[in-house]
């Protein structure tokens, strides 16, 4: 269950998590926030869309999401920036690090790959908005591809 308090994005309870099943920490780069996933993963893919682009300052990003139960906050607490309606982009306030995507009425949550300990975990099978793909990013051919949502 995600609560949004001001800013604040606190992820509480939700079932207890099974015992060291598929489990898989991440965090941001100076540690003020730690979170953890427990798979199987909804799905992982790149988003190519000019909102993420310039939300990571990157070509692209990798999303990891699962269902928003097997999603818990164990340390610290995301910052939240509203990149458009409905959409709640979660970060560190300390670092700066993105850590999360969450859009309304989507029960996945999304965290990026990256901030993963082991970001190997997860195997992307698409990519999304191509639409906005930059000329200099390629991509995997095996992967599916959507010019925009899925
Ligand atoms: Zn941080
Ligand atoms: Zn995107």
Redesign the pocket.
């Given at each position: 269950m995600i609560t949004s308090t001001g800013n604040n994005l606190a992820v509480n309870g939700g079932p207890k998590m099974a015992e060291n099943k598929d489990i898989h920490d991440g965090g941001c780069m100076c540690g003020a926030v730690r979170y953890r996933i427990q798979g199987p993963f909804s799905y992982s893919a790149h988003?190519h869309?000019r909102?993420?682009q310039r939300a990571v300052g990157a070509g692209f990003?990798t999303y990891t999401a699962v269902p928003s139960d097997r999603l818990e906050i164990r340390k610290g607490e995301m910052a939240i920036y509203n990149s458009s309606s409905g959409v709640r982009r979660g970060y560190c306030r300390d670092c700066g690090t993105s850590l999360l995507y969450a859009a309304e009425g989507w029960d996945d949550p999304a965290i990026m790959t990256a901030t993963l300990d082991d970001p190997s975990v997860a195997t992307p099978s698409s990519n999304?908005?191509t639409a906005d793909k930059l000329t200099w990013v390629m991509l995997d051919p095996a992967l599916k591809e959507y010019r925009h949502f899925p």
């Amino acid at each position: 269950m995600i609560t949004s308090t001001g800013n604040n994005l606190a992820v509480n309870g939700g079932p207890k998590m099974a015992e060291n099943k598929d489990i898989h920490d991440g965090g941001c780069m100076c540690g003020a926030v730690r979170y953890r996933i427990q798979g199987p993963f909804s799905y992982s893919a790149h988003c190519h869309c000019r909102s993420c682009q310039r939300a990571v300052g990157a070509g692209f990003v990798t999303y990891t999401a699962v269902p928003s139960d097997r999603l818990e906050i164990r340390k610290g607490e995301m910052a939240i920036y509203n990149s458009s309606s409905g959409v709640r982009r979660g970060y560190c306030r300390d670092c700066g690090t993105s850590l999360l995507y969450a859009a309304e009425g989507w029960d996945d949550p999304a965290i990026m790959t990256a901030t993963l300990d082991d970001p190997s975990v997860a195997t992307p099978s698409s990519n999304a908005y191509t639409a906005d793909k930059l000329t200099w990013v390629m991509l995997d051919p095996a992967l599916k591809e959507y010019r925009h949502f899925p």
